[in-house]
């Protein structure tokens, strides 16, 4: 573990592996999770949930669950029907509004666990027992469970397609019409989620003394939350606190607005006691949002030596039973995102919204990218076998060349224009071949295959975003003690968010970094703050630190340079000491004693534009014939995050993305019978890797390409390890199979590499 | 709803008497009616293994135990792995080598690693790796948390 570095004998923090600050706690078992969390007299709130996929609700009878004693309330949706559906964080377009999801189902249920009465009680135990007693009677209506078949009815007059994303640009029926061949291909991303290893849960209390309504486990966005919260139930912002504690993992899917957070809080209100709601597994595998199902049938026209002319892609996307907190935004960002690093001269997509009779869904880790990456990264494979080139020779033909940066991809989404800001794709791509050794391993491979063996490698490349604006806020304190108190607005969902700030701010102020501490989560402390998602909170909430760090630098050299009887720039801050600048000998004074009864500065940071990471993925797979079996022998990723503050965790980002991306590409699925029951309800049904399928993982930390969009060069780490996971393992298991091609839908089970094994096996006999 | 029973569990060598239905989970008991908050619960079914704790020094899943099944017994959460102020070497090791995220499967696999390494101090490391795919994490991809428990098995060998 590396202490501080230096420079000209000032410690500096960024860059370095600095221990985290969040560790002590957690290991310690101190940490404070939602469930950690109870307030006297609370009550304990229980969801009855539809059983039916589809159906119109005739009776919802509550009595027998009041008669049980201890038993305080139950709702139907009657009793919460003032109460509006939950709105869009983003890309919340008008069309989707009669799709949102009220906080009970009104008078239709859209999937199994759909929330259609709640009950408190004093016990929690107690609460699942009344829960069992209310009687739903439900007419159960045929399910929709393929996005893909002809658009239904979602209610009367409402198509179950409420719109389609459309974007593009330049010529595409020409390049087409002109093209020297088309490839053309049918693809399927199945449904998975983030699946965090705490559920969620919310606990709410309302301090009748200071007219407060607070609610306890909030994570990813608690002022959006808060703001919500407080229009739904009619309060004002300011009588109403969100806070976060620890929070046992996000990946998009916690932290947003969800009915049981509402439900809570009214409650509180409404009963008079706190109120307290943890989901269990089952309820967070049918409840909590999903994520990734899409169809799409993308084409790409080349030229002669496969040199894209034009992509069009027509995709549909399953959203499930209701329109949530993300709206269009995974569709959105799928179809801005797809031509990834590559020339495209002329593009166009189309994407369905279809709601289907599934859980909702909305964003994962590389939203719409993991989706989109498979697709174009299967497309570019099929151009090499159409050409008769290797994956390494296409992908350098159609990079886009450092020199052409920055590109305006004529796309835009999350309210931004994709205007690719820097890098050096092919100098990437050639550190990943380096790295791996792609000359020798491929001939080991070549040679293993010869002996028998299904040995494969595959490449997937990409583009991310990060650091979503448009601003972040932060206010920096020195008390009297020399103690500093970083304020965000961000959020932290495991990611080590108060060590990364903490380290900017150390060097920045001239502090030591055990000194510093950092609050996020909190609406009571700071007006207002956007959280943490689209790996922004390095990037915006690290910029606008060292922007807050920078001003109090200078108030406190101000401050020194009258005391000290010096110009404010002959000093310097090392070790929370102001002292002369360059080692010079002389006096110095304690930034506590400059601080005296608090010193402060606050600064904003505002960005227009995200910026864009970017990586390459190889994959090593063997297949093992009798079983199926897949094995990811070798991984390697090469990410470029511009500058990596704090490179253990970038590394450790990019590791546990990955696992994340091969339970996508081989084990996790997200279910369903004929009838939409889902079918994956336990961690026994629903497989994410463990220790034994996560292979030892290859990381190359790139800062070729800094982003020129923040003064430190910062792009976000948190999902480039997720994003070409089932690209490259696709391409690993065509190359194993001698099959290019052949997967054409994620997660690949062993049945069906089976049933290959076998067709290629009779394809080789015929051709003896 | 049946009627309540009293017990007493010994956990990290203090004594807790407790008044619990005989359905009452020993996870829910450590937690609720002993405030050690430290043990987690994810999944409640015995998959993922957040809620290992150790008794009569096995790792024991302690949503698939019931609390009156563990009364007299010796039992020993997170809570009890430091020795005041002194981290237990599997805990440096995680955060030596970052082997914790969200923290939030890490009791489990701090308290599944301690009490293989006891029993087993010389396992190998196919063998360890077997034990470690018990429990399950979803931020860090298991390599370091594999990273720490070699390392601290190392340490608690020496010792």
Redesign the interface.
């Known amino acids: 573990?590396s202490d501080a570095g230096q420079n000209g004998g000032k410690p500096t923090y960024v860059g370095r592996?600095m221990?985290?600050k969040?560790?002590?706690p957690?290991?310690?078992?101190?940490?404070r999770?939602a469930?950690?969390i109870n307030f006297p007299d609370q009550l304990h709130m229980r969801v009855v949930r539809s059983t039916f996929a589809h159906g119109r609700i005739v009776t919802v009878d509550i009595d027998a669950a009041l008669a049980l004693p201890g038993v305080r309330a139950a709702w139907r949706f009657a009793d919460v029907a003032d109460i509006e559906p939950i709105g869009f964080r983003l890309t919340g377009l008008t069309a989707l509004e009669p799709y949102r999801q009220t906080i009970l189902a009104r008078d239709r249920v859209r999937y199994v666990g759909d929330p259609v009465a709640v009950v408190f009680a004093d016990d929690p135990?107690?609460a699942e027992?009344a829960a069992e007693h209310v009687a739903v009677e439900i007419d159960e209506l045929p399910a929709v469970l393929h996005a893909g078949a002809a658009p239904g009815e979602f209610a009367e007059g409402l198509s179950s397609e409420p719109t389609i994303i459309r974007k593009g640009y330049g010529d595409v029926e020409a390049a087409f019409r002109d093209a020297h061949a088309i490839v053309s291909l049918s693809l399927d991303i199945g449904r998975h989620s983030?699946?965090?290893?705490?559920?969620r849960g919310a606990i709410a209390r309302y301090d009748a003394a200071n007219d407060m309504l607070e609610m306890h486990g909030a994570a990813k966005v608690p002022h959006w939350n808060r703001d919500q919260i407080a229009r739904m139930l009619g309060r004002p912002r300011t009588r109403v606190n969100l806070f976060e504690g620890?929070?046992?993992?996000?990946?998009g899917i916690r932290g947003e607005l969800y009915p049981e957070d509402v439900l809570v809080c009214l409650a509180a209100l409404r009963l008079g006691r706190p109120v307290k709601w943890i989901e269990?597994?089952r309820e967070n595998l049918i409840a909590a949002n999903h994520s990734r199902q899409q169809t799409h049938h993308v084409r790409a026209a080349i030229d002669r030596d496969g040199h894209i002319l034009a992509i069009d892609d027509e995709f549909f996307h399953d959203q499930g039973g209701y329109m949530r907190t993300h709206a269009a935004t995974v569709p959105d960002l799928a179809a801005a995102m797809l031509p990834g690093p590559y020339r495209v001269p002329a593009y166009r997509a189309a994407g369905h919204i279809r709601l289907t009779n599934k859980t909702p869904g909305g964003t994962y880790r590389a939203p719409g990218r993991y989706e989109s990456t498979f697709v174009r990264e299967r497309l570019i494979d099929a151009v090499a076998a159409r050409v008769g080139v290797d994956p390494v020779e296409i992908r350098r033909r159609n990079l886009i060349d450092r020199s052409e940066m920055p590109v305006a991809r004529k796309l835009e989404t999350l309210g931004t224009d994709v205007v690719l800001d820097s890098g050096d794709y092919a100098g990437l791509l050639q550190k990943a071949l380096d790295g791996i050794g792609w000359p020798a391993l491929q001939a080991e491979l070549a040679r293993r295959r010869q002996a028998g063996e299904r040995v494969g490698a595959g490449i997937g490349m990409f583009v991310e975003k990060s650091g979503l604006g448009p601003f972040d806020d932060v206010r920096i304190t020195v008390d009297g003690k020399g103690g500093v108190e970083v304020v965000t607005g961000a959020a932290s969902?495991?990611?080590?968010v108060e060590t990364v700030i903490a380290q900017i701010c150390a060097d920045t102020l001239g502090v030591d970094y055990a000194r510093i501490d950092v609050i996020h989560g909190q609406t009571d402390r700071i007006d207002r703050g956007l959280g943490a998602f689209a790996s922004r909170v390095t990037v915006m909430t690290g910029e606008a630190t060292r922007l807050a760090a920078t001003k109090l630098r200078g108030k406190a050299l101000a401050a020194a340079a009258e005391l000290m009887q010096m110009p404010a720039d002959k000093l310097d801050i090392v070790g929370g000491e102001i002292v002369p600048a360059n080692g010079a000998a002389g006096p110095s004074v304690g930034l506590a004693e400059v601080a005296g009864a608090g010193l402060a500065a606050e600064a904003s940071f505002e960005s227009a534009h995200m910026n864009y990471p970017y990586g390459v993925h190889i994959a090593v797979a063997c297949i093992a014939e009798d079983t199926g079996r897949v094995t990811i022998e070798r991984y390697l990723v090469a990410y470029d995050v511009g500058k990596a503050v704090n490179p253990?965790?970038v590394?450790?980002q990019i590791?546990?993305?990955?696992?994340?991306g091969i339970g996508g590409a081989l084990y996790e699925e997200f279910c369903y019978d004929d009838r939409g029951e889902p079918l994956s309800v336990?961690?026994?049904d629903y497989l994410?890797?463990?220790?034994?399928?996560?292979p030892?993982?290859e990381v190359i930390i790139s800062e070729d390409a800094p982003s020129p969009l923040n003064p430190m060069g910062l792009k976000g780490a948190g999902e480039g390890?997720t994003n070409a996971v089932g690209a490259a393992i696709a391409a690993a298991i065509d190359d194993a199979l001698g099959m290019p091609g052949a997967i054409t839908r994620l997660p690949v089970y062993p049945q069906q590499i089976r049933a290959l094994v076998k067709r290629k096996n009779a394809e080789t006999s015929e051709n003896v | 709803?049946s009627s309540k029973s009293d017990i007493t569990l010994h956990i990290n060598g203090h004594d807790h008497a407790i008044r619990v239905?005989p359905?009452?989970t020993l996870a829910d008991a450590i937690?609720e009616e002993c405030g050690?908050?430290?043990?987690?619960?994810?999944?409640?079914?015995g998959?993922?293994g957040?809620c290992t704790v150790i008794v009569d020094s096995a790792p024991v899943r302690s949503c698939l135990m019931f609390a009156v099944q563990a009364a007299g017994k010796a039992i020993r959460?997170?809570?009890g792995?430091?020795d005041g102020e002194a981290?237990h070497p599997m805990?440096r090791a995680?955060?030596?080598h970052?082997g914790?995220?969200?923290?939030?499967?890490?009791?489990g696999f701090?308290m599944l690693a301690v009490s293989v390494l006891e029993r087993e101090p010389d396992i190998g490391d196919d063998d360890l790796?077997?034990v470690?795919?018990?429990?399950?994490?979803?931020?860090?991809?298991?390599?370091?948390?594999?990273k720490a428990v070699r390392a601290a098995a190392a340490e608690m060998r020496r010792k």
Do not use: K, W
């Not at chain 1, 620890?246 to 990946?251: D, I, L």
């Not at chain 1, 994410?688 to 996560?694: G, K, L, S, W």
């Not at chain 2, 470690?132 to 594999?146: D, E, F, P």
């Open positions: 573990m592996s221990p985290r969040e560790d002590g957690l290991l310690r078992g101190r940490g999770f469930a950690d135990y107690l027992d983030g699946v965090a290893l705490e559920t620890h929070v046992g993992g996000g990946f269990d597994r969902v495991g990611q080590g253990m965790l590394e450790g590791v546990g993305g990955l696992a994340q336990t961690f026994a994410m890797p463990t220790a034994r399928e996560v030892r993982v390890g | 709803m239905e359905r009452r937690r050690q908050t430290g043990t987690h619960i994810g999944c409640e079914h998959v993922c957040a959460t997170v809570e792995l430091a981290m805990q995680f955060m030596d970052h914790l995220q969200c923290g939030f499967c890490t009791p701090l790796v077997d470690l795919s018990s429990n399950l994490c979803r931020c860090t991809g298991y390599q370091n948390i594999i």
